[in-house]
């Protein structure tokens, strides 16, 4: 704690009221969050688009696991030959998970937007909007669904020894042409407020 406040980053994050997007400042969000605060628990919540045509706006994922997609790696091709990102396989593939306990003192919070859904989770800075890539992902990484945060979140609580659960609210679904609800994250917000109470 006192090397952070030594470094300044307490004011990096005066200067903000969120964490943002993406998988850097995720990660930089909670590592600092366990070292300043100590929390007995993390809860990684947020939106998430669906992977495949099972899921609807509104639908509540109990993250199981998560998974990196930014570890590709990809065959050699020379000038001219093109890019064929489905050939592109995973590297050093890691998957991350959700605290059992949290996970089953979650399952046990009443939830009324949705369908309740334990699943994997995909992370990566992309923005997926081409159904033939968002149908391999899934299938690729055994996920329901993407963000662009959980992974990051989960691998710094598990290096650091803080149990966290991952809870994401389906937003849209590309497949089915659903587009973005922002009003599922009010309901998951309601829902998060439910199993503080619960636990407490």
Not at 83 to 101: I, Q, R, V
Not at 107 to 132: A, H, P, Q
Not at 148 to 171: N, Q, Y
Not at 187 to 196: A, D, G, S, T
Request: with cysteine; proline share 2%.
């Amino acid at each position: 704690r006192d090397d952070v406040e030594s470094r300044g980053l307490g004011d990096v994050y005066k200067r903000q009221n969120q964490t943002g997007m993406g998988t850097v400042k995720a990660a930089m969000a909670t590592t600092y969050g366990i070292m300043r605060f100590h929390p007995t628990v993390v809860i990684n919540q947020g939106t998430a688009g669906a992977q495949n045509k099972e899921l609807h706006s509104g639908d509540l994922i109990q993250v199981v696991k998560a998974v990196n997609i930014n570890a590709l790696s990809m065959p050699k091709k020379e000038a001219g030959e093109g890019s064929d990102p489905f050939s592109w396989e995973g590297f050093h593939t890691a998957y991350y998970e959700s605290d059992e306990a949290l996970l089953e003192l979650c399952s046990k919070v009443e939830y009324t937007y949705g369908r309740i859904v334990k699943g994997n989770v995909s992370t990566g800075d992309i923005f997926s909007r081409e159904t033939d890539r968002i149908v391999w992902l899934s299938e690729y990484f055994h996920t329901c669904c993407e963000d662009m945060e959980t992974a990051a979140v989960f691998e710094v609580c598990e290096k650091m020894g803080t149990p966290c659960v991952g809870l994401r609210i389906i937003s849209n679904n590309e497949i089915k042409g659903e587009e973005f609800n922002p009003d599922t994250a009010r309901y998951l917000q309601e829902y998060i407020w439910k199993v503080v109470y619960h636990w407490l």
